[in-house]
């Protein structure tokens, strides 16, 4: 497997001398729970990409939370299981954790602190809170991995050792273990097991988080052929790739971005590009935008759906005519993202973060898909974030359908500019 910015990785202990991920052949803790002859477990995580329909039936609702739930129902005596989410208030998702530590499973939990409510509270006293244990709930008092210095511990990953028959499962998603995931927002997660490199690469992610406290380096990348994963926090340092990093990863990969292509890929010689994204404002969003913007004008095809997107992030991609709808619906009072107090905004929206891009990209011929937990504003810079990027174009076919089927529904999206009262979301 080919790395990238090896040495973040080398730094974490992951690498040998020779830059490839240690111990590729081994299953990390596959001696844990490993089944008898006599009793061999069948059960397999669905894989790739799932999304949740919050104006849909109750399996479309929880399409996201079935494949978390699914997953701690399988996990067996002396496995682990360790999420990172912004927050979790979901009743029925707690009884399922107490149940797995119950039967002998690890549980471990790293969550932010802004919206801690009864049910974290109730999994913290299960579990305890001593980051060295077996079992725990940690509450990062900013990002965990940034120390008290500011923004957020705002992952959404779940890992599970094993989970019936698979080793090194981890689910990735947009969607927290709440409430509002299911019930009023788009959201997506992509599943893999089996790469216990990736699975790693998580795990020494992990092993930061739970102790709270600023780490270095700032941005690790793990790197295959066909699959990167960034994880990053605060200003990143500039990384060893093909190109001048601007210190904004998101910016670069924009730039990175060229709209003639060959045939089979984009539309009529030209790249297509394809963004969903919840929060776009504010300077940082600017600057994304203009580099956009600027893809439209060398002659790529962009679309954009966004939720909390600044009218001058709007007024920018307009200028270069790119069209841009709204998903964003049932205006009014709420709590605030930092849980402190009720603000004015939108209770029925999309989540996702996500762009696709058919055609050219970094030089070369591409199908390729971004998603994660990483919104194109300012906090995300000093947060606990994770972003996939995903070479395969089955995949990029089912993102670029969800995108298309939320762009034709007028009960998903609506012209920018105006706020909707009426909650499509159940």
């Not at 509270?121 to 990062?140: E, T």
């Not at 937990?373 to 810079?381: F, T």
């Amino acid at each position: 497997m080919k790395i990238v910015a090896a040495a973040s990785l080398l730094v974490l202990g992951l690498l040998t001398g020779s830059g490839q991920v240690a111990g590729a052949s081994a299953a990390p803790e596959a001696s844990v729970a490993s089944a008898t002859a006599a009793s061999v477990p069948t059960w397999l995580p669905p894989v790739g990409p799932v999304f949740n329909t919050p104006n849909g039936t109750y399996e479309g609702r929880t399409a996201i939370l079935k494949r978390v739930h699914d997953g701690i129902r399988n996990t067996p005596p002396g496995a682990t299981i360790r999420f990172a989410s912004y927050n979790i208030d979901r009743s029925d998702t707690a009884t399922l954790l107490k149940a797995a530590k119950d039967r002998g499973v690890n549980v471990q939990i790293v969550v932010n602190a802004n919206l801690i409510g009864p049910v974290e509270k109730g999994l913290q006293a299960k579990f305890g809170k001593n980051p060295r244990a077996k079992s725990f709930l940690i509450i990062c008092r900013k990002a965990c991995r940034n120390g008290s210095r500011g923004g957020n511990m705002h992952m959404k990953t779940y890992t599970f050792s094993r989970a019936g028959a698979a080793t090194s499962v981890v689910i990735n998603s947009s969607a927290n273990l709440s409430g509002g995931a299911v019930r009023g927002q788009w959201n997506d997660a992509y599943t893999v097991y089996g790469n216990h490199d990736l699975y790693r690469s998580f795990l020494a992610i992990f092993n930061q988080l739970k102790f709270d406290r600023a780490v270095s380096p700032r941005r690790v990348t793990y790197r295959t052929e066909t699959l990167g994963v960034f994880y990053q926090r605060l200003s990143a340092p500039r990384e060893s790739v093909r190109f001048t990093s601007s210190g904004d990863a998101v910016l670069d990969r924009v730039r990175q971005i060229h709209c003639r292509t060959k045939p089979g890929y984009g539309a009529s010689g030209k790249t297509v590009v394809r963004i969903a994204m919840y929060a776009w404002y504010g300077t940082r969003g600017n600057r994304i935008a203009k580099a956009v913007a600027a893809r439209k004008r060398e002659g790529c095809t962009v679309a954009v759906i966004g939720s909390v997107i600044s009218k001058e992030v709007v007024r920018i991609l307009k200028g270069s005519r790119i069209s841009v709808k709204a998903a964003d619906w049932d205006f009014g009072m709420k709590l605030s993202t930092g849980g402190e107090k009720q603000v004015y905004g939108t209770r029925c929206y999309s989540h996702l973060k996500v762009m696709t891009i058919d055609g050219t990209f970094r030089g070369r011929a591409d199908k390729v898909v971004f998603t994660g937990s990483e919104n194109w504003s300012a906090p995300a810079l000093g947060s606990d974030e994770v972003t996939y990027e995903i070479h395969d174009p089955a995949v990029l076919r089912t993102y670029n359908l969800r995108w298309r089927a939320m762009w034709d529904n007028r009960n998903v999206t609506h012209r920018t500019g105006i706020e909707p009262k009426r909650r499509p979301c159940a």
